[in-house]
């Protein structure tokens, strides 16, 4: 099992495993956080470099819904670090050795429906567009997903895709943790000692035959349905995250964040923590912001149970919080967006029958406003489905 999260070469890597919690419902982040605090107090601590990271650090994914979903935190065995040209290496107990196999390729690549196919997807924008305009404004955002299945024909190595992810999208967080792999662009929040920060995202363009990078972007910027819809997400953020802090700058205009597949409206927030360490763990922030409207919706209360009536399929960690914490409750926390959730690495073995493929289930969605266009959206899922496709089939 690969735990990761990397970005731009830097970050953190993890393998084996010293102690897990899996936990699930309400209560996924204050079990995660007490289950964390409590294995920490009983670690005896060499750390001769002192940085966020070093020590016992937990890789973390949770689920996006109460229910159903699971979320689990493993703590590894052997943690690689690197930031700001330091690097480091910290070991829990007897180190196993490192899983040095060569990566293996998983061979060709087949797509089949997933829970929710892209015409079904459609049909549950066109419900949320329908039920948005009849709520006279009440109802104002509803982000939708929808899932792809892709079987392998050689077993699955999640090193593959990390290193495919990576390669393209060296500005995302590329992570795995759990069987949860992706690169997401999206921090939910990173927290270093007082200080905080999130780069919210939401509102999508993509690349069109004919048309400059820069004529999208601005295009972007200036459209008054992508503007509406970041709104909403960095407000949600920014309203939940106040509270915790003395200060927080949030710039009152986005800007662009452009990537190989697709380009988004972009808010990167700061801020400073009032009160260290108890009440502001990572986990407690992330627990009081998730989920913020860039994966959920507005007003929230109204928009998630929407989400899995008009999906009718089960997120898992999708769209939920995932990254490391470390015992100073000290971290970074993506959303888990662009990804895929293994299903099944290998069918070799018995009863199998010979067969040896993997199974991954590939997420993604958008957010869904009064004046959004089903066909646009499904096109502006599809494009978010890339950076997994092509990390799978190795296209370079
Ligand atoms: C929900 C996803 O993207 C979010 C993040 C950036 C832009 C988004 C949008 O424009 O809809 C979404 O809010 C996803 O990639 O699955």
């Known amino acids: 099992m690969s735990l990761s999260w990397v970005r731009e070469g830097q970050g953190l890597v993890g393998w084996g495993c010293a102690a897990r919690l899996d936990t699930s419902g309400a209560d996924r982040f204050t079990d995660a956080d007490a289950w964390w605090r409590q294995l920490c107090g009983h670690i005896d601590v060499d ?16 689920a996006f819904a109460d229910r159903p979903g699971d979320s689990v935190l493993v703590l590894p065995e052997v943690i690689t670090g690197e930031r700001d040209g330091v690097r480091w290496i910290t070991t829990i ?16 690549v087949s797509y089949s429906d ?19 305009r009849e709520s006279g404004g ?27 992810l990576a390669a393209r999208y060296a500005n995302c967080w590329t992570f795995a943790v759990d069987g949860l792999v992706g690169a997401t662009p999206e921090l939910l929040l990173e927290r270093r000692g007082y200080e905080v920060r999130s780069r919210v995202l939401a509102g999508t363009a993509w690349p069109h035959p004919g048309r400059t990078d820069d004529e999208i972007a601005a295009e972007l910027l200036d459209s008054a349905k992508n503007r509406s819809e970041h ?3 960095a407000e949600s953020l920014a309203e939940k995250l106040r509270p915790f802090c003395s200060e927080l700058s949030v710039p009152t205009s986005p800007s662009v964040l452009r990537l190989r597949n697709v380009l988004h409206l972009a808010t990167d927030v700061e801020g400073k923590l009032a009160d260290t360490p108890d009440g502001s763990g990572l986990l407690h922030l992330a627990e009081a912001v998730h989920p913020t409207a860039a994966v959920g919706g507005t007003p929230t209360e109204d928009a998630v149970p929407l989400i899995s009536e ?8 999708y769209a939920g919080p995932v990254g490391w914490i470390d015992g100073a409750g000290n971290g970074e926390l993506g959303i888990a967006l662009r990804c895929g959730q293994i299903e099944q690495q290998s069918t070799a073995g018995a009863g199998s029958g010979g067969a040896r493929g993997g199974r991954v289930r590939l997420f993604a969605g958008g957010g869904i406003v009064p004046d959004s266009e089903p066909d646009l959206e499904v096109a502006e899922v599809e494009a978010k489905l890339l950076p997994v496709r092509e990390a799978l089939e190795g296209v370079r």
């Open 47 to 62: 750390d001769a470099v002192g940085l966020p990271g070093c020590g016992p650090v937990a890789f973390t994914s949770l």
């Open 93 to 108: 107990g007897d180190a196993p050795e490192p899983d040095l196999e060569p990566v293996r390729q998983p061979g060709t």
């Open 114 to 132: 997933g829970r929710l196919s892209s015409t079904a997807y459609r049909q549950a924008v066109t419900e949320a567009v329908r039920l948005m």
């Open 138 to 164: 009440e109802l104002r955002k509803v982000v939708l997903a929808h899932d792809l299945v892709a079987n392998t024909s050689e077993p699955l190595d999640e090193r593959f895709l990390l290193h495919n």
């Open 231 to 233: 709104a909403y997400a």
């Open 310 to 317: 008009l999906e009718g399929m089960d997120r898992g960690r």
